[in-house]
C-alpha cells in the first residue's frame, strides 16, 4: 500500500465517505499547491491543540485567552441557569443556538447510547453529566430538556438518562422534559405516521 | 393522434405521471385480457354511481343501502360530537382515522386555496363549511382543529378558514385549536429548521 | 372492499405504481368531471377494438381503414427488406424509430425469456417469429439484429433467439448481429464496468 | 474565524461537498485521537514528497526506489509501445487499467478543456503529450485512442487534442482512434438517446 492507498482508507474512515470518493479526495490532494496542504494539516494539527473540550457542557470549543476553561456559553453570564439542556453532539448544540430560542445551558454526551450496549457508560460522558447536574443543581438549576432527535437509539437513550439522573432528579426535585412532538416544517399530514398524529394532537394548541 | 396517444394523453394528467410512464401504462393495459379491462373500466364508471359525496363533512364514500347521505364517520353515534377536525383532502382524513387516536368529526375541504388565489371559495366547500359548522355549534360542537400539513399554502388556508369562521366563533364561542408542532418521527435535531426547534421548545413537555 | 379499494387494487398492479399512488389516482378519478371519465374508459375500451397486433411483426397498432392486418412499417413499400431487427417490446421499436437511423423491419418478441424458464415459448411469440423469419429469409432477408438492452435477462433470451432460429440461419444462409456495444451517452469512464471498457476498446474506430 | 471554521471551509472545497459534511468531518476529526491524526497528516504531507508525478505519462505515483521518474506503466518492458491512449484524469487510467484488456500506453491530461476556454493549454498537459507524442512516433508508436468519457466537455477536449496533434499525426502517419459507442451495461433501449442508438446500430456485429 503506497500514500495514495493508505490516505483513501483514512477518507474511507470519514462519516458517509465510500472507496470512489475517497480517491478523489486524494487526487483532489494531489492537485493542491503546497500552500493549501500545509494550511491543512497545520489546521488539522492545530485542532488538537486550540480546540478543547469545555469542563462544564463538554463541548468543543477554541481555547483562546481565556484563563478558565469554560466554553463562552458556559462562561456567560446572559444565560439562564435554571435549564438545562441534554444534546448528544456539538452539531445539535450548533444548530439550537442558531434557532436563537433557546437561553439556557447545554451538555454535550458526546453521542448517543447503542440499544442493549453493555457499557453505556464508555460511549457518552456519563459521570461528568451526573457532576455537571449536582453542581448546578445545588445552585439554580430547576429543570433538564432532552435534546434528542426522534429515533429508537436517541429514545433509548434518553430513558437510560433519565434512570441514571433519577438520584439527582429526586434529590433536588428537578422537572424533566422532552423536546414537543408533533408536525415539524414540511411534514404532510397524508404521509405522517401514527406516532407524529397522536403527538400533534394531543399538542394541539 | 390514435387511441393509444389518447390514452397516453390522459394517463400524462394523472399525479406524478410523466409520457414514459404513461405510456408503460397503455402498453400494460395492451397486454391485459378482456376481463381486467372490463373490471377496469367499469369500477372507474362505477365510482361516479357508488361513490357519493357525504353532505355533512363531503368525503367520499360508497353509498351502499344506506338512506341517508352521510359517511359511516358523520352517520356513527359513538363520536365525540364536541370536536371537528378540519382537513384538506380525504387522504388526509383516512391517514388520521388509520391512527385511532382522533374519535371526533371531520369536515373535508377539497383542497387548499392557493396564496393570493382571487376566489378561493371556489377552490375548497367553504360555504359548506360554515353550513356544517354553525349545524353542529348550535348542538355540541365546542373546539374546531385545523388539520392540515405545515406548508405555506396549508398555513395560508387555515388562516383564511379562521376568518371565514370567525363570526361563527365569536357567536358560538367555540375553540380553534392547531395540531401540535414539534418534532415529528425521524426529525434529526442537527437538521431541523428554527421553526421546529422553537414549536419544539415552546411544546416541550 | 368498497369501489375505491377494489380500483386502487387494479392501479396497484400498473407497472411501478405503490399503494399510496395508486390511492391517489383514485381520488383524482372522483374529482374529474363526468365528460374526463367517459373519454377515459371509452379509450381503454377502444384499445382492445382499435388496436390489433400485426400480423408480421406482432406490434400493437390502430387498425383505421386498412384491409391487410399490417402495421404501418410492414405494409411500407420504403423500408429495407434486407434486415430484421427483433426488439422485446413495442416501447422499445418506438424508440428505436424515433432516432430516425434504422430502416429495416421489425418482430416484437412481445417480452424477454426469464433466465432458467421452463416455457420460454410462453412468455414470447417464437413461433410467430419463426414463420416471420422463413418468409421473409424466402423473399430478401439477410440479416436478423438482436436489438436487445444490455442485462442478464436480454442476453438470455438473445442466446435463447438465436439457438432457437438456428436451422433458419443454416438453411438461408442468415448473418446474425448484435448491437454494438461500447460507451454510451453520459458514460463516465471513471465509474465504467469492465464489460463496457473491454467492448469500448474492442469497437473503437 | 477559529480553527473549526478554517477547517470546514477548506473541506468545502472538497469535490462534492457541502457545507454541512465539512463540518462534519471536523467534529469527527475532533473525536480522532493523537495517532489517527498523526497519521492522517503525515500522510497527507507525504503525498507531495512521495507522490511523483511520471515524466512520460504524467500520472501520479510512489516514487519508491526507484532511479528513473518513471512510472511503474511507462518503465515496464510488457507494455505495447504501438499504442497511446490519452485520458482525462489518473481515476479513468486507474478503472481502464483494472479491466484488465489494455496493454499499451498511457497519457493524463491531467483534466478536460472546458468549451471555449480562452488557454485551454493551461487545463491539460498539452506541450508535455506533444513531445511524448512525438518522442513515442519516433519509435514504435502507431495509434494513438482517445479514451474520455462521452460528454460535451470530453468530447470538445478530444476535437482540441486531435487539432493539436495534427502536425504529428501527419509527419508519424499515426492512426487517431475513439473508444468504441454503443450499448453499455445496464443500458435500456426503451431509453437510449438517438445518438447511442444510431451507434449501436453502425457498430453492430
Redesign the interface.
Known sequence: M???D??TE?FKS???IGP??A?????????RN?N??R???S??????N??IICQECFR???KGKQVTPLCDICGSKNRDENVLMI??????L???E?????NGKYFVL?GTVPILDKNPETKIHLNELLKTVEKKAEKELKEI?L?????PESEYTADFIIQALNPLITKYNLKI?????????????????????????????
Open positions: 503506497d500514500s495514495i493508505k490516505l483514512i470519514f462519516p458517509g470512489r470518493q480517491k478523489r479526495f486524494v487526487y483532489f490532494l494531489l492537485t503546497r493549501y496542504l494550511e491543512f494539516t489546521l488539522v494539527n492545530e485542532l488538537q486550540e480546540i468543543y470549543f477554541t444534546v448528544a453532539r456539538d452539531i445539535d450548533e444548530n439550537i442558531k434557532s436563537h430560542y433557546f458526546g430538556i435534546g434528542f432527535s426522534v429515533n422534559s422532552h423536546l414537543g412532538r408533533g408536525l415539524s416544517t414540511g411534514t404532510e399530514l397524508e404521509y405522517s405516521d401514527t406516532d407524529t398524529i397522536k403527538n400533534a394532537l394531543k399538542n394541539r394548541s
